[in-house]
């Protein structure tokens, strides 16, 4: 049966955490994460998004943080919209979750509207709900280097930083300067050694690691630039 647009969108809003946590029993409906019976000790990345559209360089870092950090799986947190860009260009959220299902098409990664479902689109908000939600879970936030330059912007960036393990993943443009942030010289004193990547997911916070491996060039700006 295909679910019309507008009703899925209804239905990413709906999610609440039980379906997370795989009580709700019923219906499963595309997009929801349903977490195993015995999740105590999953290791979890969470990857935010605007995914507009997502592209195969979203999926490369995604595979890249599964295999360096040893991660069982890769949440993608489809955002209802960064609060720090400009919505003009923004498709609706049941299309961009569609897009990024199709896309990222792996059994370890699942695409989530959590943050529609919580109502919010600050990721210290939605990690410190994850985190209370599943307690056990170590998660980790994965993101693209070039996300350093405006992170000391986020809401409660430094709390974030407290609360969960950060994998950084290289992109090109960002390589040499993500370290000279104003955010990546408050973390420099907490990072791992790249060959130490695996314990990430377990370390105490603040930690992280900056993961380099087959760099993507690709952009949501670029592929959107390049339709007609
Ligand atoms: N090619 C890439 N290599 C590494 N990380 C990436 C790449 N593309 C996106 N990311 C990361 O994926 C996450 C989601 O990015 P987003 O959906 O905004 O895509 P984007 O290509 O950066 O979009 P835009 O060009 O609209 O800013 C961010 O943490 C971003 O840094
Ligand atoms: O919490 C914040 O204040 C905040 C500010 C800007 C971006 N973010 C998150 O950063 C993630 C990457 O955003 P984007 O648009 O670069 O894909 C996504 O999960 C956003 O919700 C979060």
Redesign the pocket.
């Known amino acids: 049966m295909r679910i019309s647009p507008p009703r899925l969108e209804a239905l990413y809003r709906q999610i609440d955490v039980a379906s997370l946590e795989g009580h709700r029993g019923g219906q499963e409906h595309p997009g929801l994460v349903r977490l195993p019976p015995h999740y105590k000790g999953l290791r979890v990345g969470l ?6 559209p997502p ?1 195969k ?2 999926r ?2 995604s595979l890249l943080a599964l295999r360096r950090l040893r991660l069982d799986r890769v949440w993608w947190l489809v955002s209802p919209g960064n609060p720090l860009k400009d919505k003009t260009e923004l498709a609706p959220l049941g299309q961009r979750m569609a897009a990024a299902q199709k896309l990222a098409c792996h059994p370890r990664i699942k695409v989530t509207g959590v943050e529609a479902a919580i109502d919010t689109t600050y990721s210290f908000e939605t990690v410190a709900y994850l985190k209370r939600r599943c307690p056990g879970v170590h998660f980790v936030w994965i ?2 280097a ?2 350093l330059a405006g992170f000391h912007r986020w809401k409660r960036w430094r709390d974030l930083v407290a609360l969960v393990p950060i994998a950084i ?1 290289d ?1 090109p443009g960002s390589t040499l300067k993500a370290m000279s942030t104003r955010a990546g010289r408050m973390l420099a004193p907490y990072r791992l050694p790249e060959n130490a990547a695996a314990r990430l997911a377990a370390a105490k916070p603040p930690a992280f690691v900056f993961l380099h491996g087959p ?7 670029a592929l959107r630039k390049s339709r007609p």
């Open positions: 990857f935010g998004g605007s995914f507009n592209h360089g979203h490369a870092a993101m693209g070039d996300n993943i992109r760099r993507s060039p690709l952009s949501s700006t």
